[in-house]
């Protein structure tokens, strides 16, 4: 079981930067990959980022690379986002997950997720 809390989230102009939190605990802490997904207004969740479970390979989806980077922090046990960059189509809901195994970037794929945080991009 892991157990997942995002933070960081909040309002930003366009071009700015953002960096999103997620608090992982949990028994399976250090055996899992973690992954950032998003949903916009009317729209549904989409991959954003994800990360293997040392830590030693990053994915991205098209549209953010460049501008977001996925991180683990090993020593607070947390999963970061670092967003620059930001313009107003990144604006959404960001979803923290975890699963057991390797990196995927399908929702179904993944068994745990925190609550989500608003991130507003204004133009």
């Known amino acids: 079981q892991v157990q997942l809390v995002e933070s960081g989230g909040g309002l930003v102009q366009a071009g700015g930067s953002l960096r999103l939190s997620c608090a992982a605990s949990?028994?399976?802490?250090?055996?899992?990959?973690m992954g950032w997904f998003r949903q916009a207004p009317g729209k549904g969740r989409e991959f954003v980022a994800a990360i293997s479970w040392n830590g030693s390979s990053t994915y991205y989806t098209d549209s953010v690379k460049g501008r977001f980077t996925i991180y683990i922090d090993n020593a607070k046990n947390t999963l970061g986002l670092q967003k620059n960059s930001l313009k107003p189509e990144d604006t959404a809901v960001y979803y923290c997950a975890a699963r057991v195994g390797t990196w995927a970037t399908m929702v179904g794929d993944y068994a745990y997720w925190g609550q989500g945080t608003q991130v507003t991009v204004s133009s």
């Open positions: 949990g028994s399976t802490a250090g055996g899992y990959a």
